[in-house]
């Protein structure tokens, strides 16, 4: 091995040099990086676990998710008083589909203390999502899968604080969710990245969701149970 570096390849151009790795876009990440059997075992594992999840949640009563909404809406609330208004000013929550919890209620109530409120919209399909603004006059309107999404009209931006609908969750941050790949897209393209806060169900926890090269973990889970994780430093 030539020890002047400079010397030996990129000046004289006769060579590559050994990584490219500090040119690679930040959000990019490499599918065959991982063995294709294990990608296979993975993927159907997480798939059989979104069904069981589903159910585990579709079971429960209107007076379980009622109290459920409500203490993560209070968890949420000492999140963000803890962490300083004024620093953190666009919050993105998500419209309740498929019996997740409502928030709806905080994100009146946010928006009546001067914050910005956002809502994810899958804009373009297997692309990152779109944080679009919502108040409480916003006429929602379709949007993929039927979601229920502020118009574009609506100004679109950047959120501070994150909040991600999830299905299953495990000790160290990391989520799974409906299987779009939405959520790890989106916080891999932001630049700073945002408080991101996981929102589920306490009892959807597991082992470990078997992280793959593009899982991003959260920096918080928060359950109806409260902070179950929280990222150190
Ligand atoms: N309330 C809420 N809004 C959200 C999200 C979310 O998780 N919750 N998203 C978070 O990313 C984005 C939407 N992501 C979604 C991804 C897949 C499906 C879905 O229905 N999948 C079908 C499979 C259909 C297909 O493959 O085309 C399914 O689960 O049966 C729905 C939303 C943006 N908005
Ligand atoms: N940064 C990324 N760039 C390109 N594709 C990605 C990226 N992140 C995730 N994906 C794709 O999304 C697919 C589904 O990801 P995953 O199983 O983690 O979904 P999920 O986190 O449960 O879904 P969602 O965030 O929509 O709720 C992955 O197999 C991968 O192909």
Redesign the pocket.
Known sequence: MVADFDSFRCRSGFSSPPCLASEMAPDYFEPNSVDPQQRIDVARWRRAE?TRLRQARASLNAGERRNISAAIMTGVQSIIDRRQCDEAKTVAL?????D?PDLRPLMTALHSRAFQVV????EQRAAP?VFRLWTPQTRMIRG??G?PVPPSTSGALPPDIVL??LLGWDKRGYRL????G??DRTLAGLSPRPHSIGIGLSSARLATIFPQPHDIALDVILTEQGIEYERTQ
Do not use: D, H, T
């Open positions: 979104r998500y419209w309740p589909i498929k997740e809502l994810s919209v899958v999502l993929n899968w979601i991600a609908p969710g409906y299987g779009g939405y959520f």
